[in-house]
């Protein structure tokens, strides 16, 4: 389904989530007014999204590798993307101007799901669900994809020591 055009009526549910996407859609604002729109008077929507890359590093590491071995910019201001929502502030932003009242925002840290002898496991797992990471990836020949696959494992071992 689109959330830019959600195909349901006006004033149809109490609750919408939305967890780990917004970040990817062409336009936040248009799926937040969506959102908005198909919520009953009162209706509440919960959003969650990465917030940068320093505190996401099982994420970024191998974003940041992939893009260097494959000499690939970094992803443009407002572009959607992983990281695209993660400024202080900007969900609720977006929220505000899709006239949502009493907007609330709130940081969760959320620790890596796995430890630092865990990291060849994390990455392989990431790849197959992160349609990013296989596009990214798909750029690289063989040889450098396999030089980038270990160095990003030895580095997410290394950052995950950080929080075990």
């Known amino acids: 389904?689109?959330?830019?055009?959600?195909?349901?009526?006006?004033?149809?549910?109490?609750?919408?989530?939305?967890?780990?996407?917004?970040?990817?859609?062409p336009s936040p604002l248009t799926a937040a007014k969506e959102m908005q729109r198909v919520l009953k008077p009162g209706g509440r929507v919960a959003i969650s999204a990465l917030s940068s890359p320093e505190r996401n590093p099982w994420t970024a590491i191998g974003y940041e590798v992939i893009r260097r071995r494959a000499g690939l910019p970094q992803p443009l201001p407002n572009q959607p993307g992983t990281f695209s929502l993660g400024a202080p502030g900007k969900i609720a932003s977006?929220?505000?101007?899709?006239?949502?009242?009493?907007?609330?925002?709130?940081?969760?840290?959320?620790?890596?799901?796995?430890?630092?002898?865990?990291?060849?496991?994390?990455?392989?797992?990431?790849?197959?669900?992160?349609?990013?990471?296989?596009?990214?990836?798909?750029?690289?020949?063989?040889?450098?994809?396999?030089?980038?696959?270990?160095?990003?494992?030895?580095?997410?071992?290394?950052?995950?020591?950080?929080?075990?």
């Open 1 to 25: 389904m689109d959330a830019a055009g959600l195909r349901f009526p006006d004033n149809t549910f109490d609750v919408s989530l939305c967890r780990g996407s917004m970040m990817f859609f």
């Open 94 to 164: 977006i929220l505000k101007e899709a006239q949502f009242r009493d907007v609330q925002a709130v940081t969760v840290e959320v620790p890596p799901p796995v430890g630092p002898e865990q990291a060849a496991e994390l990455w392989a797992a990431h790849k197959q669900f992160s349609g990013t990471t296989r596009d990214l990836m798909s750029k690289l020949p063989p040889a450098e994809a396999q030089a980038a696959n270990e160095e990003i494992t030895s580095r997410l071992g290394d950052a995950l020591k950080s929080y075990y």
